[in-house]
Every structure is written in structure tokens, then in C-alpha cells.
């Protein structure tokens, strides 16, 4: 699949699928960016920052996005958060090209990244692409530019 993945903002409306999908498996996370967004705590508006869609005939099917680290700031430390693909489109590389595009992405604005996964899959993919696994507080994985 070719992915169309561009920069997004939190509506009601692109999310439904993605919030009612990822709250019925447990991924609270993605009724954290929800809730961010609406209160103003994250929108991924630092010039470093981004949040990413990927649209598969003009629906919104993965999200994800880099912001400053909330959980331990530092010059130059960012976070991939919010990573979610819908199941039936999982499997299909559009989870690394989202991943993929966040990197290329937070490489002019952050010295290292780091996230937190309790999915093997996600791991997996996320070690693939230069992330290693680390035993910090706060973080699974780790990858220094």
C-alpha cells in the first residue's frame, strides 16, 4: 500500500473509528490524545512536534505523533506517542511508514527519542527501525540520532 500520511488535527469526526476500535482493545492512549487535545495540554504545536494520519481512500486508519518528552524533559529528547493502527489495516506496513515518517520528522528538531510499548508487534517494529529496548524509568525503547 502507498501511504498517504500528512499532518492531521484531533477532530471527533476523522477519530470515531480509531477511538472506538482502540478503547474496545484497552489502548487508553488514544483516549489520552482525545483528551489532551481537548484540553489544550498536547496538540503537537511546538515547532519540533507533529502529529501524523495515514488515510487509506480518504479515511483516517493509523495515527500517531512526537512531542517534547512530558514524562522527563531535556533539551533535545522527544517522544513517539499516540501510535495506533486500525486492525483491519494492520499487517499491511502502514504502521513502519507512519513510524517511519515520525522519524524523518523529529530528526531536525530531536537528539533522541524515546516511547513506551506493552505491544510485542509495535516493539518489534519499532526495534526494526533503530529503536532498542531499554530497562529506564518511563521508556520500553530508545533511539539516539
Known amino acids: 500500500m502507498t501511504a498517504d500520511i500528512r499532518d492531521i488535527a484531533f477532530t471527533p469526526e476523522a477519530f470515531s ?27 503537537f504545536a511546538a515547532n519540533e512536534e507533529c502529529l501524523l494520519g495515514v488515510f487509506s481512500h480518504g479515511e483516517l486508519v493509523a495515527v500517531g505523533g512526537i512531542s517534547r518528552d512530558p514524562y522527563g524533559p531535556a533539551p533535545g529528547l522527544g517522544r513517539v506517542r499516540h501510535v495506533y493502527v486500525l486492525k483491519a489495516h494492520r499487517r499491511q506496513g502502514i504502521g513502519r511508514a507512519l513510524v ?46
Open 100 to 145: 517511519a515518517a515520525l522519524l524523518d520528522r523529529a530528526k531536525g528538531g530531536f537528539t533522541s527519542l524515546r516511547l513506551r510499548t506493552r505491544n510485542a508487534e509495535a516493539a518489534r517494529v519499532y526495534e526494526s527501525l533503530g529503536f532498542v529496548r531499554s530497562d529506564l524509568p518511563d521508556e520500553t525503547h530508545r533511539l539516539a540520532f
Open 17 to 43: 473509528a480509531l477511538l472506538e476500535e482502540a478503547e474496545a482493545e484497552g489502548a487508553v492512549f488514544l483516549l489520552r490524545l482525545r483528551d489532551e487535545w481537548h484540553s489544550g495540554d498536547n496538540r
